[in-house]
């Protein structure tokens, strides 16, 4: 039995907005398969997901990424590896579903992941 496993019975049902543009509809839809690992739960019905920014093919992702208990070196790499988990399914979907270059920011607005066009090497 996972640690948190208790958290993945507990799904969040949010009504999706209606004033959404279709662009930001589909990139949200898109982010819907990427699956917290601890919880099993999609990003966005667990509230990881605050915004989005979508131009053309560019969209930006904000993240809600806090740690919970800050001082405890164990929980903290659990954290990271969480976190790397994440960025690496939201920028694979993301790239699968048409967008050519992809950011994700933390809930501080500080740049955890970047890859597409105008990037040099694409990473």
């Known amino acids: 039995m996972p640690l948190l496993s208790f958290l ?4 969040v049902k949010r009504r999706p ?19 917290d690992p601890e919880t ?6 667990e509230g990881l997901v605050y915004g989005l920014t979508v131009e053309g ?6 993240l809600l990424m806090a740690r919970s208990t800050p001082e405890c ?19 694979a979907l993301l790239r699968e579903g048409g967008f050519n270059r992809i950011e994700v920011y933390n809930e501080l607005g500080l740049l955890l992941e970047k890859w597409g066009d105008n990037y040099g090497s694409g990473n």
């Open 8 to 11: 993945k019975k507990r799904e």
């Open 17 to 35: 907005r209606e004033d959404l543009p279709p662009e930001v509809k589909r990139a949200a839809e898109i982010l819907k398969g990427v699956a």
């Open 40 to 45: 099993g739960v999609n990003i966005v019905d």
């Open 57 to 62: 093919d560019s969209v930006q992702v904000f």
């Open 73 to 91: 070196h164990f929980c903290r790499m659990l954290a990271i590896n969480v976190q790397r988990k994440i960025l690496r399914d939201i920028i």
